[in-house]
């Protein structure tokens, strides 16, 4: 059980003495019925809350896997483009999704969207050592030199200094698996366009724990389950040296 101002905040879409006003003011209907006080205590499981007749997740925290499509941007919003959120349904457009790390706009694969800052944080800090992969085509072959400049971290043309990654070949030559810890803008693709290998095609398949569910469709997403959940929490408290 807990108090409806603290369900309330926790959407971080009102502080705690608007809470108070909109409560104040009949503003925020619980299961079905006027708000009494903010310091009532609720279940937040099955809570039917309202704030002007829009619906307020009485979850904590979102956590979805989506599999990207190319063609969306990963932002929560974009004048010109669509964004990954336009494929929410609209009450969890509502609750303060974001990307935890963005994929390009022609980039498919694993996202997680979530309103836990504070976790999203901490799955992209290099400092966490969280490794993403991605499967990659490149125009071109690679090659054990491609698979060495990774591993030593490379710095490139414009000085961008990209720490240690992996760099695994597979059975077709123009095919691999990158491993990253950190998410500099375009890095796959400026790390390989470096090395005279431009990507064709790029899939984040994992992101430290979370693996690409592969009964989701382009486009289609999922609440994370309870051990993918746990499985976050665990890995966020880690910190590794390297
Ligand atoms: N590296 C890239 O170049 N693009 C992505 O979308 C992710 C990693």
């Not at 064709?200 to 989701?216: A, E, I, N, Q, S």
Request: charged share 30%; hydrophobic share 35%; net charge positive.
């Amino acid at each position: 059980m807990e108090r409806l101002d603290k369900i309330l905040t926790g959407t971080g879409r009102w502080s705690r003495r608007e809470v108070k006003e909109l409560v104040k003011a009949g503003r925020v209907r619980v299961n079905g019925a006027a708000a009494r006080s903010p310091e009532e205590k609720y279940d937040r499981e099955g809570l039917d809350l309202r704030v002007d007749g829009e619906t307020i997740s009485g979850a904590r925290f979102v956590y979805l896997m989506l599999h990207k499509p190319a063609g969306l941007v990963s932002a929560t919003e974009d004048p010109r483009q669509k964004t990954v959120l336009e494929l929410l349904p609209p009450h969890l457009r509502r609750v303060g999704l974001f990307p935890a790390g963005r994929l390009d706009r022609d980039t498919e694969g694993l996202l997680l969207l979530t309103n836990d800052g504070a976790l999203a944080h901490d799955l992209l800090s290099p400092k966490k050592h969280v490794d993403k992969t991605y499967f990659v085509r490149v125009d071109g072959a690679l090659d054990e030199a491609d698979c060495a400049a990774f591993a030593s971290g490379m710095t490139l043309g414009d000085g961008l200094e990209c720490l240690p990654a992996g760099l695994e070949r597979l059975e077709a030559p123009d095919e691999g698996i990158v491993t990253l810890r950190e998410g500099k803008y375009h890095q796959i693709k400026r790390m390989l366009a470096a090395r005279g290998k431009p990507v064709v095609y790029l899939k984040r398949l994992t992101m430290g724990p979370l693996t690409l569910d592969p009964t989701l469709e382009k486009g289609a997403w999922r609440p994370l389950t309870g051990e993918e959940r746990a499985a976050l929490e665990a890995c966020r408290s880690l910190r590794r040296p390297g």
